[in-house]
């Protein structure tokens, strides 16, 4: 069976520029999505956060600018189906990457509050591409890459194709202006052949071999089937 690791943020606020904790955590349909996607492709999937944490729903993910009723209703009820699930995640420390086929970050601004700076999540992320290993990271996840800066001979997604959450959806979000820093902006200087959809707002996947990352939440479906298609 197929076993996937799916690395999810904890963290409850994003640090603004003023110093301001605007609310946040995970982005409701860029998890459920995925995770239902790979359970009924018969994959295992196992929830892993820093410390085992259990991780919050970014409240704007469950509103009514988060999509239309019949998607949000579904995703609600998904959410709710896996409440035992995410109430007890397990602790990334004590993960052992290569026990799984695929390593997962769904998105939400959590991510670049606490997996841009995690060393762990950096170490699992420098292993998984050093052996090959297939890794996945939606949305804003990819915040999780900057983590590998430092990494001995450089971050290995350098020079690779990535894609992730751009400028225009941060300003799109009425965030850019507050945001200490943009995820498009930090990938490129990372050193990544950052990519992205004609239009902000489209579903977006680049793949660059063992890696995959999705632009943004309408991207989660099309980035979960892909990897079944590619994994099965």
Not at 63 to 72: H, N, R, V, W
Not at 79 to 87: D, F, K, R, S, W
Not at 199 to 207: H, L
Request: net charge negative; aromatic share 6%.
């Amino acid at each position: 069976m197929t076993k996937v690791l799916m690395i999810v943020s904890a963290a409850e606020h994003w640090t603004l520029n003023d110093g301001t904790l605007h609310p946040t955590g995970f982005w409701a349909e860029e998890l459920v999505t995925p995770y239902s996607v790979f359970a009924e492709a018969g994959w295992d999937v196992d929830v892993a956060t820093p410390g085992g944490v259990a991780p919050t729903v970014d409240k704007v993910s469950l509103d009514d600018s988060a999509g239309d009723a019949d998607t949000l209703a579904a995703v609600k009820a998904k959410l709710g189906a896996l409440e035992p699930v995410l109430a007890k995640p397990l602790n990334l420390d004590n993960v052992e990457s290569a026990d799984y086929d695929l390593v997962f970050y769904p998105g939400g601004h959590g991510p670049m509050e606490d997996l841009a700076v995690n060393e762990t999540s950096a170490r699992i992320l420098t292993e998984r591409m050093a052996n090959n290993a297939p890794v996945a990271l939606l949305c804003h996840a990819p915040a999780a890459v900057l983590a590998t800066e430092n990494a001995q001979g450089g971050s290995p997604f350098s020079g690779r194709t990535m894609t992730g959450f751009s400028n225009d959806e941060e300003r799109a979000a009425g965030l850019a202006d507050k945001a200490p820093w943009l995820l498009e902006d930090r990938l490129v200087a990372l050193g990544a052949e950052y990519t992205k959809a004609p239009e902000a707002g489209a579903p977006y996947v680049a793949v660059d071999g063992n890696l995959y990352t999705g632009q943004n939440p309408a991207s989660s479906q099309k980035l979960a089937e892909r990897l079944v298609n590619d994994l099965a």
